[in-house]
């Protein structure tokens, strides 16, 4: 039995605050020009013995970050489109969430509408015109994942050249085209991602269970979680019909004081959940625990009795929590590690980027 499942309220009870340093000014010259916009706006991080590999807001790749002694170094970056039969279109993937489990690091993006931010400088009918503007940006649409090797710090070349993901379709894929018929979700599926459109950030696999932490929509307070498994098919991968009258997902509603998915990460049975505003705002933050997730079988609202709202951890300023993943320091110390969009400025320095350790 993992240590996570025998002592998590110990845990929780005694953590304390210090910070591990991500060196992406080793990246080198061939992703200097990608440096800022990488280190201030990551959005997920993920845990393979001495790696740790991370995605940033809005972009195309993921970044492994390698212990040398004294930080996380020996960066490398991985262009997705190299892996993946991406669409055509706009480079940008969106990807929000990464996870983990038996040498696959599984990729999601967000699956979301955007609506550009209007300039407010711009003549009034200039303005109005750029607010209702609604964009569907393809490459958002990937869920797949990439086998790892050398203890997890590499990416292994796939057989034929491309690795599996659950196949792009029109305007969309099979999970979201799914969704526009489902009695709770399809009404928000045409709304751009911080207004309660459909906005995958979190993604937390076990075995063959994957868990999709939904940022929107919140439905009534509730904020929503999906349940898939995906299986290999001849187009790469295909959901299987896990849920009620064979649904391609299961779906829980969690009571989390009206906030919405920001990331998940898996500790033995448990989920460990970042919530957050569903809106662009600065809070509030909030770290919950979903005991026995993993035995969840029956659909519907989670019972109170199995969210435990988890003390011990302090989310004040204007920082995002964006990822959070269970960590084993190299010092032995183990406990949770979280990264932050938008980072303060003490947070970031001649390309070093400390990332809050609590344990």
């Given at each position: 039995?993992?240590?996570?499942?025998?002592?998590?309220?110990?845990?929780?009870?005694?953590?304390?605050?210090?910070?591990?340093?991500?060196?992406?000014?080793?990246?080198?010259?061939?992703?200097?020009?990608?440096?800022?916009?990488?280190?201030?706006?990551?959005?997920?991080?993920?845990?393979?013995?001495?790696?740790?590999?991370?995605?940033?807001?809005?972009?195309?790749?993921?970044?492994?970050?390698?212990?040398?002694?004294?930080?996380?170094?020996?960066?490398?970056?991985?262009?997705?489109?190299?892996?993946?039969?991406?669409?055509?279109?706009?480079?940008?993937?969106?990807?929000?969430?990464?996870?983990?489990?038996?040498?696959?690091l599984w990729i999601?993006?967000?699956?979301?509408?955007?609506?550009?931010?209007?300039?407010?400088?711009?003549?009034?009918?200039?303005?109005?015109?750029?607010?209702?503007?609604?964009?569907?940006?393809?490459?958002?649409?990937?869920?797949?994942?990439?086998?790892?090797?050398?203890?997890?710090?590499?990416?292994?070349?796939?057989?034929?050249?491309?690795?599996?993901?659950?196949?792009?379709?029109?305007?969309?894929?099979?999970?979201?085209?799914?969704?526009?018929?489902?009695?709770?979700?399809?009404?928000?599926?045409?709304?751009?991602?911080?207004?309660?459109?459909?906005?995958?950030?979190?993604?937390?696999?076990?075995?063959?269970?994957?868990?999709?932490?939904?940022?929107?929509?919140?439905?009534?307070?509730?904020?929503?979680?999906?349940?898939?498994?995906?299986?290999?098919?001849?187009?790469?991968?295909?959901?299987?019909?896990?849920?009620?009258?064979?649904?391609?997902?299961?779906?829980f509603f969690l009571?989390?004081?009206?906030?919405?998915?920001?990331?998940?990460?898996?500790?033995?049975?448990?989920?460990?959940?970042?919530?957050?505003?569903?809106?662009?705002?600065?809070?509030p933050w909030a770290?919950?625990?979903?005991?026995?997730?993993?035995?969840?079988?029956?659909?519907?609202?989670?019972?109170?009795?199995?969210?435990?709202?988890?003390?011990?951890?302090?989310?004040?300023?204007?920082?995002?929590?964006?990822?959070?993943?269970?960590?084993?320091?190299?010092?032995?110390?183990?406990?949770?590690?979280?990264?932050?969009?938008?980072?303060?400025?003490?947070?970031?320095?001649?390309?070093?980027?400390?990332?809050?350790?609590?344990?």
């Open positions: 039995m993992s240590w996570f499942a025998e002592t998590p309220s110990r845990l929780e009870a005694r953590m304390k605050l210090s910070t591990v340093p991500l060196d992406y000014g080793s990246l080198g010259a061939a992703a200097a020009h990608r440096q800022q916009h990488l280190i201030t706006n990551i959005s997920t991080v993920a845990q393979a013995g001495a790696h740790l590999w991370l995605a940033s807001d809005e972009g195309f790749s993921v970044e492994r970050l390698s212990w040398d002694g004294r930080r996380y170094g020996k960066a490398a970056s991985y262009d997705l489109s190299f892996y993946f039969p991406l669409p055509k279109g706009d480079k940008e993937i969106d990807i929000e969430a990464l996870s983990i489990d038996r040498d696959r999601a993006g967000s699956h979301s509408l955007v609506r550009p931010k209007p300039d407010p400088d711009a003549l009034s009918q200039d303005f109005l015109k750029d607010l209702a503007i609604i964009a569907r940006r393809p490459r958002r649409y990937l869920i797949g994942r990439l086998a790892l090797s050398d203890g997890g710090g590499k990416i292994l070349s796939p057989p034929d050249g491309r690795a599996p993901c659950l196949p792009f379709e029109k305007a969309g894929n099979s999970l979201t085209h799914a969704l526009g018929t489902d009695r709770h979700l399809s009404s928000f599926m045409g709304l751009p991602d911080k207004e309660n459109g459909l906005d995958i950030e979190g993604l937390a696999a076990k075995g063959d269970a994957l868990f999709l932490g939904l940022r929107g929509p919140v439905i009534r307070g509730h904020a929503v979680i999906l349940q898939i498994a995906l299986e290999d098919a001849k187009s790469g991968l295909k959901l299987a019909c896990i849920g009620a009258r064979r649904a391609p997902y299961r779906k009571d989390l004081g009206g906030l919405g998915i920001r990331d998940l990460t898996m500790e033995s049975e448990d989920l460990i959940i970042i919530a957050g505003p569903t809106m662009g705002l600065t809070g770290v919950w625990r979903w005991k026995k997730a993993l035995g969840a079988r029956r659909e519907g609202l989670v019972d109170s009795d199995a969210l435990k709202l988890v003390s011990g951890l302090d989310f004040a300023g204007p920082e995002r929590p964006e990822g959070i993943t269970r960590f084993l320091h190299p010092d032995g110390r183990r406990g949770w590690l979280v990264v932050y969009d938008g980072p303060a400025k003490s947070r970031v320095k001649k390309g070093i980027y400390r990332a809050d350790f609590f344990s």
